[in-house]
């Protein structure tokens, strides 16, 4: 009995680092891949693709067939490279520094300025969020190349430039990330937490680690796929059929992680 349930948990492991590593070469080849977290975290499985490999097709196919918010994951060495900052961080600065009179928002009498209170009552702080420590989100951008920045493909555009500008980042080039950006935007950035294998990490870290195993410029575009008929996210088993049918790479967190540590080694 011993043995057969040893061989069942090799067995699953060996399913595992082979999905794993569909996932990886499908990333690496510019498909679109989806990947699940965990049953105990959110729940959610994210159709993700390679930054430098997105069109507006793939613009079109998130906002269809996820439907959830279409984000780019950037990893923590590129990100403290560029200066990129959690957007909590933005906001209490904002809220403990800044003032607002003559020249903002707020009252025009420097004797009654009070900052931002808004921000101060709604900023994040530790325990708001129910599945992590906190949010990875970081700021909002626009390509300066484009119009709205809302369409297909004037975020096509920023996305893949934001896959360039992560590659520079990455390798010691000089950036000027202001020069090829503004923000507010229509493409909001996701920090990478640092110590990606530390713990079972969310969508952005999962994402950030299946790039590195599959060498791919670590700046990865994410959306949640949503369920119309529920009202939440799409079941694990709702994903796996989507991808079935579309002969689409399903990886689940966990193989990844192990994937990935298996490289390593």
């Known amino acids: 009995m011993t043995g057969s349930i040893g061989e069942s948990e090799n067995g699953a492991r060996e399913r595992g680092a082979a999905r794993a590593s569909a996932a990886a070469e499908a990333l ?3 498909e679109v891949v989806l990947l699940y977290d965990f049953d105990d975290r959110e729940g959610e499985t994210d159709l993700v693709i390679g930054a430098e490999f997105v069109t507006p097709e793939h613009v079109w196919q998130l906002r269809r067939d996820a439907g959830g918010l279409i984000c780019v994951a950037i990893d923590p060495v590129i990100c403290s490279n560029l200066g990129l900052p959690y957007i909590a961080e933005v906001l209490k600065f904002a809220a403990t520094s800044a003032k607002g009179e003559a020249s903002g928002n707020g009252p025009k009498d420097e004797t009654k300025t ?3 209170g808004a921000i101060k ?4 702080r530790q325990g708001d969020i129910p599945y992590d420590s906190r949010s990875s989100f970081s700021i909002w951008v626009n390509h300066r190349d484009t119009f709205t920045g809302i369409t297909d493909i004037d975020r096509a555009l920023t996305i893949k430039r934001l896959a360039a500008v992560a590659r520079a980042a990455l390798n010691g080039g000089s950036v ?9 935007g229509h493409v909001p950035l996701l920090r990478a937490a640092p110590g990606l294998l530390a713990e079972r990490r969310g969508q952005t870290e999962l994402s950030i680690v299946l790039a590195r195993a599959a060498k791919v410029d670590p700046a990865v575009v994410v959306c949640e796929m949503l369920d119309g008929r529920t009202g939440r996210a799409l079941s694990k088993e709702g994903a796996m059929r989507y991808a079935r049918e579309r002969n689409l790479a ?3 967190g966990e193989e990844v992680l192990e994937f990935f540590e298996e490289m390593a080694e």
């Open 121 to 124: 009552s709604l900023y994040e």
């Open 114 to 116: 009070r900052g931002f």
């Open 176 to 184: 000027n990330f202001g020069a090829e950006f503004r923000s507010p």
């Open 28 to 30: 690496k080849r510019g």
């Open 250 to 252: 399903f990886v689940e």
